[in-house]
């Protein structure tokens, strides 16, 4: 049985660095060696002779880390993608074609302050904890795996795939108010842009409905952020 399998991956600097810090130990695990970024996990060993399953299962996966990635790191972060390189731990590899994008991008760095030339104690990385609740409730695997699509940015069909999710989840919308996780302006305001023509233009995910818009709104980027908050808060309480 195969083990050490690592899946190479491709994506921007940036966020192949934010993957290793989210993803630095635990299953799944994103590092960096000689030949560059690639990530492992439990699920992708034994599965080296079977080709298909293994990059199946290597997609699967990456939708997951990048999902959550998303959440954790808002809307700076960009899903990266597999490179289609695998190789084993005796130096085996296989190749799958796979298309790549590129994109030119800038980022800030993070500021850590230190207390008398002490460094602080560095805490666990989020990412394989919030793919662990993936065992105990499937809804956690969908969210996960919307909001990692490998686009720039998500659309308002997605948006609303998570939140019709994640409030079915906890029951209904008074749950996800009872929780302080959002205020019932924030929901109208984010269904109104979702789905009001009069409001997103094409982007909105009904042409025509009844009745006239409150005239509260928020734009796309505030919806991708009300949804990240969202998905954060409703992941934190499980």
């Known amino acids: 049985m195969a083990k050490g399998v690592k899946a190479r991956l491709d994506g921007h600097q940036f966020d192949l660095q934010a993957l290793t810090e989210l993803f630095r130990e635990g299953d799944p695990t994103v590092a960096k060696d000689a030949d560059n970024f690639y990530l492992t996990s439990e699920e992708l060993d034994g599965l080296w002779s079977d080709p298909t399953e293994l990059l ?40 799958f074609l796979q298309p790549h994008s590129a994109e030119i991008r800038m980022s800030a760095g993070t500021v850590v302050l230190s207390t008398n030339g002490e460094q602080p104690a560095t805490p666990r990385p989020q990412g394989p904890q919030y793919l662990s609740k993936i065992a105990d409730n499937r809804a956690v695997a969908e969210v996960l795996e919307i909001l990692g699509k490998p686009v ?10 998570v939140f019709e999710i994640i409030r079915h989840a906890v029951g209904d919308e008074g749950a996800i108010k009872a929780n302080e996780w959002a205020s019932s302006t924030e929901i109208n305001k984010f269904r109104e842009s979702a789905n009001r023509r009069e409001i997103s233009g094409s982007d909105a995910r009904h042409a025509r409905l009844p009745g006239s818009p409150s005239g509260r709104s928020m734009s796309i980027n505030e919806g991708r952020e009300f949804i990240r908050r969202l998905a954060k808060a409703w992941l934190d309480s499980l």
């Open 56 to 95: 199946s299962t290597a997609q699967s996966l990456l939708l997951r880390v990048n999902g959550t990635a998303r959440i954790l790191h808002g809307g700076s972060y960009r899903p990266v993608e597999l490179r289609g390189h695998f190789t084993d731990e005796m130096g085996k590899t296989q190749v």
């Open 152 to 161: 720039p940015a998500l659309d308002w069909f997605d948006l609303y795939k």
